[in-house]
């Protein structure tokens, strides 16, 4: 078993209690207004029981395989089982925030998802959005990076309260806002 294996079986098993829910939904939102108030678009993701839910008042889509569906209530059970929006596919505008869950990321915004590498294939497809990684605690494991590997432009941590913004990596794409 590697080493993302392993990590990934140990953090499998943490559950957020309701409050972390909230407060990153609250540091989710002064993320956007401080550094992102310009995007046209943000993104959500659908969360599963361990991953933290946020919500958005604007114009909001999901990524939903290698597409972006607009936000909706009504919603269905897509691949592996994840809810996603019952509404028609969406263009999304270059320099839009996507929020990227994981189970485990490091301070430098490497990302361990869960092994499937759908976000890693939708964000390369997706080249010209933010990448704001979304966790309840920057983890301290330390893990070989591949090539398919995308790393997030800025880093939330619902635990500590920090907001970690690469304005370098961002520069470096042309997406500073």
């Known amino acids: ?48 029981p361990d991953e933290v839910r946020l919500t958005w008042e604007g114009p909001c889509f999901v990524p939903v395989g290698m597409e972006c569906r607009l936000w909706s209530e009504d919603q269905s059970p897509g691949q ?50 933010v990448r704001l990684g979304i966790a309840y605690g920057i983890d301290v494991y330390d893990w070989p990076s591949e090539t398919h590997d995308v790393i997030m432009d800025a880093l939330i941590d619902v635990q500590s309260e920090k907001i970690f913004f690469f304005e370098d990596r961002l520069k470096e794409r042309g997406l500073l806002l």
């Open 80 to 129: 592996y089982g994840v809810m996603v929006p019952n509404t028609g596919i969406c263009q999304v505008p270059a320099g839009s925030v996507v929020a990227v869950p994981g189970l485990a990321f490091c301070s430098d915004g490497k990302r361990l998802g869960r092994g499937q590498g759908y976000y890693d294939r939708f964000l390369a497809q997706h080249s010209n959005l």
């Open 1 to 48: 078993m590697g080493k993302k294996s392993i990590v990934r079986s140990l953090l499998r098993q943490k559950l957020l209690p309701a409050e972390v829910h909230q407060k990153a939904d609250e540091l989710f939102k002064v993320c956007i207004a401080r550094y992102f108030n310009t995007a046209p678009m943000v993104g959500l993701y659908c969360a599963l």
